[in-house]
């Protein structure tokens, strides 16, 4: 909407500077409050799944893919809040779904898989394909304890 103006008045006497270098901004989501769908079962999915458990392990997350790590498997184990479903995906699998990650190495799959998702106005993460992405998940530093 104001793509292309300079500046737009904000705040009473402030001015808003509009700044064309970086589009993205940053947030912070409750995962504990969404349902997320994670298509995938290898090394990709392994990590994005760990990044989500670690930093909310309460996190409602379904997982599906043809094929399954016993990493994953393992660490279902560990977290009943990650369920397992070792199948294809199919559209049906977006129901009751608010944030899916994509981590399907197959270019064709992953388009398919993100336009099934944006038909149901989900915000979609595609692993390593970041012109198909909505969100990017970034890397969190801990130091000390």
Known sequence: MWAGLPSFTGLPGKEVKIMDKNPLFPVFI??????????????VALEKLTAMIQNSPLTAIRLVACSISE????????????QLKQKSFDPG??????????????????TAIRAAAKEKRLLVNVADKPDLCDFYLGSIVQKGS
Request: aromatic letters at 2%; glycine letters at 10%.
């Open 71 to 82: 990493e994953i498997k393992q660490l279902a184990q560990l977290h009943p809040t990650i």
């Open 30 to 43: 409750k995962l504990e409050t969404l349902n997320v769908l994670v298509v995938g079962g290898g090394f």
């Open 93 to 110: 699998d977006l129901a009751g779904v608010e944030l899916v990650v994509c981590a399907v190495n197959d270019v064709a799959a992953s």
